[in-house]
């Protein structure tokens, strides 16, 4: 990418602990050693990671940072797509970034949602989530735009719905009427029916709760049977803000290669998911479109649907 595309591009990252991690160093630090003069304390925003990857890179577009608790990165998709649609940028950078802290894991474990085995999204016995680290970006622009510069096209990203529960501050509506209203505004956005649509990278953080009444709201926009659902969590643990980019890379992954990732740990499905969570052992697949949810705290609902490049 030259200079000159660059200085117009827009970065948009999805955030929480911003510079968490660096600010529990820094406390350690200070805790330990409180006579000794310590290192000055000066990343603590959400903004921090845009502000860090925006200057190195040398974006000078638009750059926004977006707090919506697990469903983060997937709004960031959300909102450079937009931005790129509505012409405010020729290109975006967009993804998530979370580091895992302490304050992350007590958070967590205080609310009693930590399986201390690995995590088993929609098993009849799940017990709670596993808390990973990561991040993932990917560049959003024109289809015309990518041929012309001859870029690899991975997929289309077609549409996405936005929704919040406005509920509870960490609980999904009981009956996932938020997430309803997110995949089914994906669905029209895109201008697809529920059918074409082969295959859900689900949110699936191995709760009892919330895989429940995920597993409702699939059911109520999809119906029952022929849908593959499998939860990249199962694999790789709950990234926080970063949960929702990375599990777009793989559901673009899971179109591009015809490879539906699996459902790690899947021993006993519960019921409830009546439909095939692809247990244990990635399965291929023909795929037109596909749906990735990401459903956070205080009832903040993003699906992204992509098509086949």
């Known amino acids: 990418m030259s200079r000159r595309e660059r200085a117009d591009a827009a970065l948009v990252v999805g955030a929480v602990g911003g510079g968490m991690l660096e600010a529990e160093a820094w406390y350690w630090e200070r805790h330990r050693r409180p006579v000794r003069a310590t290192r000055a304390l000066h990343a603590i925003f959400p903004s921090s990671h845009a502000e860090v990857v925006g200057s190195v ?39 998530g970034v979370d580091a895992l802290t302490r304050i ?18 929609f ?53 996932g009427e938020g997430m309803v209203r997110a995949m089914r505004a994906a669905l029209a956005a895109a201008g697809v029916g529920p059918g074409a649509v082969g295959y859900v990278n689900a949110h699936g953080t191995a ?5 429940r009444i995920e597993a409702r709201a699939i059911r109520a926009v999809f119906g029952e049977g022929r849908l593959l659902v499998s939860a990249t969590k199962s694999m790789i643990g709950h ?8 599990e777009a890379v793989a559901t673009v992954l899971a179109l591009a290669h015809e490879l539906v990732p699996p459902t790690a740990g ?37 699906t992204l649907l992509f098509r086949r490049a």
């Open 104 to 121: 992350c894991f007590m958070g967590f474990n205080a609310l009693r949602l930590l399986d201390p085995e690995p995590c088993r999204p």
């Open 266 to 302: 899947l021993d006993a499905p519960d019921p409830e998911a009546s439909f095939d969570c692809v247990p244990r052992t990635a399965r291929e697949a023909q795929l037109e479109a596909a749906i990735s949810n990401s459903f956070g705290f205080g009832g903040q609902n993003v």
């Open 239 to 246: 990234t926080m803000a970063a949960a929702g980019a990375l």
């Open 57 to 95: 890179l040398g974006l000078g577009g638009p750059r926004e940072t977006v707090v919506a608790a697990c469903s983060s990165g997937a709004a960031a998709l959300a909102l450079a797509a937009d931005l790129v649609a509505d012409g405010a940028a020729p290109l975006a950078l967009a993804g």
């Open 123 to 175: 098993d009849r016995d799940r017990r709670g989530m596993s808390v990973g680290e990561g991040a993932a970006f990917v560049v959003l622009e024109r289809a015309d735009r990518a041929r012309a510069r001859g870029a690899r096209i991975w997929a289309e990203l077609a549409g996405s719905g936005t929704t919040t529960d406005a509920h509870h501050v960490t609980a999904p509506h009981p009956e």
């Open 207 to 211: 709760t009892p709760q919330n895989d």
